[in-house]
């Protein structure tokens, strides 16, 4: 069966701007979560989507936000990027609390 | 707050030894503990899921064990090969929350 799907794979984008990400779940699962990885700081928890419901969110400002879809499918957007945003985003799904499977993950670069 | 901590960071062994790797975690009342895989730039590959009620899991050339009553989870890899080499990651799954709080990572070199 098909995979947690993220696009796009890479982006740059400059300060200021916004960027959207998507995430296709693996069909059936209805939980969709994100996380930002850096170097300094690791992987951590951004929020968590469960038919269409944010259950939580990690400690991010307010520019960081997502939303889930009918389908499962889950979109993060980031508003008025900063240099610090730049990471790795990875988006995991599950069908219950019994284990993630993530996705190949979005490299955004932000100049 | 739950803390999760990998020990060493870092780790370069001769093909064919044994690897442990190290979870310690602060808050013992986990649902259940999952090691993650990751090679550079890519994303996260699930290896093992242990349940809070388990005391270990197999697959094939790696074992994981859990002591929550400690907050210890240990990894094994058996005769380790070139192509283990990787980040390897624990993370905590708490019912009460829906996320995984993670570990800084071990990253692994099996030298030929």
């Known amino acids: 069966k098909a995979g947690v799907t993220q696009t796009p794979r890479y982006l740059i984008k400059t300060r200021g701007q916004q960027v959207t990400l998507s995430c296709s779940p693996i069909s059936g699962h209805r939980s969709v979560s994100w996380y930002q990885q850096t170097p300094g700081q690791g992987l951590q928890f951004l929020f968590e989507y469960f038919s269409e419901t944010q259950r939580n969110k990690g400690n991010f400002p307010g520019r960081f936000s997502g939303r889930q879809f009918s389908n499962s499918r889950s979109e993060m957007n980031v508003s008025t990027l900063e240099l610090g945003d730049s990471a790795l985003y990875l988006c995991?799904?599950?069908?219950?609390?019994?284990?993630?499977?993530f996705g190949s993950g979005t490299r955004l670069t932000v100049v | 707050k739950q803390e999760v901590t990998q020990i060493p960071a870092a780790l370069s062994v001769p093909e064919g030894e044994n690897l442990v790797l190290n979870c310690s975690f602060t808050?013992?009342?986990?649902?259940?503990l999952q090691w993650f895989r990751q090679d550079p730039g890519k994303g996260l590959t699930s290896l093992l899921l242990?349940?809070?009620?388990?005391r270990e899991q197999t697959s094939g050339r790696l074992n994981a064990s859990l002591d929550k009553s400690s907050g210890r989870s240990t990894l094994y890899i058996a005769a380790s090969q070139p192509g283990d080499s990787a980040t390897y990651l624990c993370a905590v799954f708490k019912a009460a929350g829906n996320k995984l709080t993670f570990g800084g990572g071990t990253r692994v070199l099996v030298k030929p």
């Open positions: 808050d013992s009342a986990i649902y259940n």
């Open positions: 242990i349940q809070s009620s388990q």
């Open positions: 995991a799904s599950s069908y219950t609390r019994d284990g993630y499977t």
